[in-house]
């Protein structure tokens, strides 16, 4: 299997503009995770998925962040409109099984620079 | 709330030098603890999990991490470091026993190892 596979994995926008981004779990699996990094706060979860249906999107930090998963396929994370403050690098996990008894596999993450 | 705290946020050591690194968490049920390993410039890789059984853990790379209910905490430990060790290491929990699959995160810790 190829992981989990992010893209784009650099984003370079300006203020304002609205910016996608896209995640393809490992098939299979049927938890799918977006989490944030920064230095300031470290790894925050942002929202996750279960069979394609969003359960918890209480890290979602304003309205500006919305999540989709059409399919078990592919989900992604929009910002629109971008601020500077949303530069950080996203990360993407899927999991299948029942917490704790299945490993949580990240994506390389798409590092998002926002001017 | 729940929370993870790791006490080193930046540790410097010599190759062989001996590694142990503090995560304290903060909920008094049942958890599933994890390690994960950041290498410089690509996403976060497991590096063991508790969550039954024999509290002492043993992962890859000769990484191993100590359950201690009694105190909270998952210390991880290495008896002999290499520089390709060198990386940013965090400590995660999923509380409960129910099917949330919410990691929560420690800040990290920056491990730098010289050669």
């Known amino acids: 299997d190829a992981g989990v596979i992010q893209s784009p994995r650099h984003e370079v926008t300006e203020m304002g503009q609205e910016v996608t981004l896209r995640c393809k779990p490992i098939?299979?699996?049927?938890?799918l995770f977006w989490y944030r990094q920064t230095m300031m706060r470290g790894l925050e979860l942002l929202i996750y998925?279960?069979?394609?249906?969003?359960?918890?999107d209480s890290g979602m930090p304003e309205d500006r962040f919305s999540a989709k998963m059409p399919n078990a396929s592919f989900s992604t994370l929009k910002i629109q409109p971008s601020e500077p403050r949303d530069s950080a690098v996203y990360f993407c996990?899927?999991?299948?099984?029942?917490?704790?008894?299945?490993?949580?596999?990240f994506g390389p993450g798409t590092r998002l620079t926002v001017l | 709330a729940q929370s993870v705290s790791q006490h080193n946020h930046h540790v410097i050591l010599s190759e062989a030098a001996s590694l142990e690194l503090g995560c304290n968490y903060s909920?008094?049920?049942?958890?599933?603890l994890f390690w994960y390993v950041q290498y410089p410039g690509q996403h976060l890789q497991l590096l063991l999990k508790?969550?039954?059984?024999?509290?002492l853990v043993k992962g890859i790379k000769g990484f191993e991490a100590e359950f201690i209910k009694s105190k909270f905490s998952f210390n991880l430990r290495k008896p002999s470091v290499q520089w390709s060790d060198t990386a940013e290491y965090f400590c995660?929990?999923?509380?409960?026993?129910?099917?949330?699959?919410?990691?929560?995160f420690g800040q990290g810790t920056t491990l730098q190892v010289k050669p």
């Open positions: 996990a899927s999991r299948r099984g029942l917490a704790g008894a299945d490993t949580q596999y």
């Open positions: 098939s299979g699996h049927d938890y």
């Open positions: 998925f279960n069979n394609n249906v969003p359960i918890d």
């Open positions: 909920y008094g049920g049942t958890v599933n």
């Open positions: 508790y969550f039954s059984g024999d509290p």
């Open positions: 995660a929990v999923i509380v409960g026993s129910s099917n949330t699959g919410k990691l929560i």
